[in-house]
């Protein structure tokens, strides 16, 4: 399944990256994968936002709004005839 390139709150610091692999481990959809001892970020738009690349992290090189992510957008999108888009500003219960 493909999510939203432009809605994925999914954001990958290389720098801090020490190489342990737990974001490849962990994910569920291959987003990461480990080259040259490094993780890279491989499939940005496969993440659906679970968060669990993040919490996994040690080094704080992930970081991503767990939650609802692109379904509330998609779902927002279709009833207002519009590009999906998750409409949360201001609301703190959306999206992680």
């Known amino acids: 399944m493909r999510y939203l390139e ?3 709150t999914l954001e990958f610091l290389p720098e801090r ?3 342990c692999g737990m974001c490849a481990k962990v994910c569920p959809h291959e987003v ?3 080259e040259n001892k490094r993780a890279v970020l491989a499939d940005r738009g496969a993440c ?3 968060g669990a690349c993040a919490k996994n992290c040690e080094h704080e090189a992930i970081s991503v709004r767990a939650g609802v992510g692109c379904a509330a957008a998609v779902l927002n999108g ?3 005839g519009t590009e ?3 409409d ?3 609301n703190s219960s959306c999206c992680g």
């Open 78 to 80: 279709m009833v207002a």
């Open 32 to 34: 990461f994968r480990i």
């Open 88 to 90: 949360c500003s201001g």
């Open 6 to 8: 432009s809605a994925v």
């Open 48 to 50: 659906m936002e679970c």
């Open 17 to 19: 990256c020490v190489g």
């Open 84 to 86: 999906p888009t998750c």
